[in-house]
């Protein structure tokens, strides 16, 4: 009991001492001043960072419960599913399966994207990337999928109860229409302008069907008609996408998956549904735990700001808590109630942010959808306005996680704080004299005004930490990728910015003397007090150090994949123009009789053609991407290692791309199996090149070869060279009028290539707010830490005040030393930027994506960047100065005696 | 040299509370190379006094005439260019910069004034010599006792000839015996260099030392 009284009259004192003050004074409305600013601020910066960081979890979520919500809704009550490539596998394994003892049911199923042939325009520029212009249809077999307890059978869905009217009974097996989702309605209606008629494009031919209905509780675009229907409708006689599986009572799941495993052709594979989930979180990944590192940046920069918001409030209550530890209070207790307002900060900060996280999600997913701007989940949001709040998931844990983070960055903020309020001298802090060094760590407070005997003491501890931490940082971005997840390397990129924070001091001691020849008075004075206070510049410049290296490494990572992309496309698009026959559709697709056609076309001298399909490789493996295609002519192929030309007459050719290479672990030379019309076709891999359109990896195979293998001639896309003279703009026009506006799209390759560069600058969008935002937290940072040193200097700037100096020189003293703090900061930041950029380039990027790119310094950008936040870190001190020292110096030195 | 005349100050007060007259009606001369001491109780407004003719706090009415201008009415800037040339200020606590050395302590003021750092030095090294710091000059201020730091701020308020040197209980942070030596020491530099001195203090005993004694009573000075 008498544990408890003392717990609880420690809880007053806490509440009566600190937290009352910190809501009342310093996050109030009774106090606004730069204290309250800088408290208030502290708890935005912290709110952010939790906030980013909950922000994607929950868009991820989001993302992923939409598409497994989708995925039961056809999955039903599946055990397993056979799954094949995107082109679909032979429908003879449906009738082996069928007739499976262990299996209670089957049901066969065919996936189309199909194209909307809408009134688009045939200009690639013209039209939104991502615009949905594909529509997903399922060709099902209405009397198996019954037994699945599938939704799409449910009332008023593809099964009429018994007593319709007989015509309408099986409207479901007719093969002229289809039923649509509500949404696939609304798109209907806004893409072709009714919904009474689905058009799809077959080819370059355009089909209808007739809407015989609407879905039940299907969130996403989708068409359903029969399957055989869909098979005849889409060319596809004999193929299937899927077969879902029951077992029969008693057998057991795994054994069954390992014994069907083996009957499955090259390039299908049996699995559980879920395993399609855990596919398209594995998708994600990197992106998302790249965006999260990002956030936790942003939270680590706004920890920073609670250090020296509570700096600052310690500094001006040194007074009161000399006086509570003359009344005798321990050190213990006034520790305690600092870091309880740091964790108050956090707590708020947290709630907060945990607040502004939903409304984040809220605008992302109004903005660019789930996919977080990288593309990966094409669906619409199934909710508009207001109500998409309640689809949003509750997510506890992720909830959970991203409090703690906030708390801690309260905490840890107000630790070093919390130790100087300990440390008080009451004697001396009742005097109130020296009142900035008594609050300074014990390490850098020992250097005094004089180089000699101190200077040996500044360099030796950093560069002993110097000598502990650029090992490690070498060793941990040698890591390999945990579960794909480059926490090696991350590792690195947090020890390179504690060693850029702590190398501000050595930088302070070898670039400051060098400026030694600059006569001007108040250079001289922000000069020699830099020199001999280092510990300033660390405090001070701790949080743009961390900003800056975060901005300046993105700057360029991104810079160099930018560049590398350009690179890339130029070397990709030889050709003069460029014809696809739909993004993104299974169903639209050129023949050959097209192909004569464009050839005919005056002015065109040669075409070259790529047939793209989507292969399945393994059980676990992500869809593999094979382009038959040639690699010289008017399509280009950007090879890193091996030759264009092949040789051996006796294997087939292939080249692989680098993201595959990495993912399959194959070299040149080795040789790879490919899954073609149900057989493993083996190549030998000729050349491995860069690819930045395929994440999971491509292979590219000779036309000629592909055909004699499959026996497929359709074809995706067509490449075209033109005469010297022939003018592009009236070739566009042929081609436009040979198809019918709007059938195909055309382009030039500087239109894909500018095209491409805006959609990598929209999936890069979030990084640069983020970017901003800790930029925006750092100087925020130098303005808090300011107001510390300022008013612990008060007594110093009144002196001078005293002896002559004006306003506007001491503005000018405080705005050199902003600046020269500043540019401490940025110098350490860009060295520490430079080295992340390389991890993120060389590490990250190789680990998360699996590809490769050149270093490119953007050197202006980076110049920019620099001086515009030494600038501003210059304007900022200026102005909290003026403001501060408006008192006048009186007060100021007359507080000191 | 320095001239007050009619001046008054009142400080606000909070309602409904009024305002306090600080000093009301108050005359006053200073002679050059004059040494006055001012005296009076706590909150008589003496150190209120040696800041308005600082031009650091503004009177309510009246003028104070230095070295034959009014300063008063004049700006900020002009103000501070004035203390620049012509005031020293001798504090209590010191206000010694700790990230300078002696020596660049004491040349401060020369270097305000645009004196080259050379000549600034030289002419600082012999005020320190002349204040028995000669050999202190590259230590740093947190290696001197408070007797030695007061001796640096009085070679600091002489260093640049002002004339009039303006001291706020120069001797107030330090003990019986470092007083009267670092007073002698002031009272002789400002003799010296032909300076006038105005000593704000609550020691009967240093009053003693000045050549006029004046005491704050009731917002008028009285000769004792």
New interface residues.
Partial sequence: MAGCGDAETMIALLRRLFLRRLFLRRLGSQYLGSQSLGSTLAVVAVALGVALGLAVQLVHQLAIDEFSRGMRQFAGAADLQVVGGREGFDEALYLTLARDAELASTSPLLRVVARLPASLPTSLPERLPTENETLEVLGVDLFRLQQFDSPLLERHGLAQPAGQAGDQRFAGLLADRAYLSASARAMLRRLQGGDERLRLQVGLDTVELAVAGELPRIDRPLAVMDIAAAQQLFGRIGVLSQIDLRLADGVDLHRAQQRLAGLMPAGVSVREPEAMIAETAALTRAYRVNLSMLAMIALLTGGFLVFSTQLLSVSRRQREFALLRALGMTRRELLTGVLAEGGLIGVIGSLSGIVLAYVLTYAVLSVTGTDLGAGFFRAPLVSEGWAMFAVLPLAPWAIGLHFCFGLAAGLLGSWLPARAAARIVPAQGLKNTEVGLVLLPAWSARSGPHSGQYSQRRWTHPLSLLAILLPLIVLASLLPAWQGVPVGAYLAIALSLLLAVLCLPVLASVLLPALKGVKRLEWRLARRRLLAAPQQAVIAAAGIVVSVALAASMMIMVNSFRHSVDDWLAQLLPGDLYLRAANGSDSAFFDEADLARIAAVEGVTSVDTTRQLELRLSASEPRFTLLARAVEGNWGLPLLAGQRSFADGESLPLWLSEAGARRLQRGLGDELSLPLAGREQRFVIAGIWRDYGRQHGAALIRPQDYVALSGDRRINDVALRLEGDAKLGQLEARLAQLFGEGEVLIARPGEIRARSLEIFDRTFLITYLMEMLTIVIGLFGIATTFAVMIHARAAEFGMLRHLGFTRGELGRLIAFEGGLTAALGVGCGLGAGLGMAWILIARVNVQSFNWSMDFALPWTGLAVLGLAVIGLAAMIARVVAARLMAGGALQAVKADC | MLELHAVGKVLPNSPPMPPRVLFDELDFALAAGECVAIIGESGSGK?SLL?CI?G??RIDQGRIVLAGERIDALD??RL??????Q?G?V???F?I?????VL?NVA??L??L?VD?AAAAVEARAMLAAVGLGSRA?????NLSGGELQRVAIA?ALAHRPQLVLA??PT?NLDPLHAAEVLDLLLAQVRVRQAACVLVTHSQRAAARADRVLELVDGRLRRC
């Fill in positions: 150190s800041n600082a650091l706090d900020d800037d501070a260019l004035i203390r620049r040339h005031l200020f504090f209590q606590a206000h910069l700790p990230h300078l050395n660049d401060l003021p270097w305000l645009r750092q590259e230590d740093a201020p947190h600091r706020d209980e107030g």
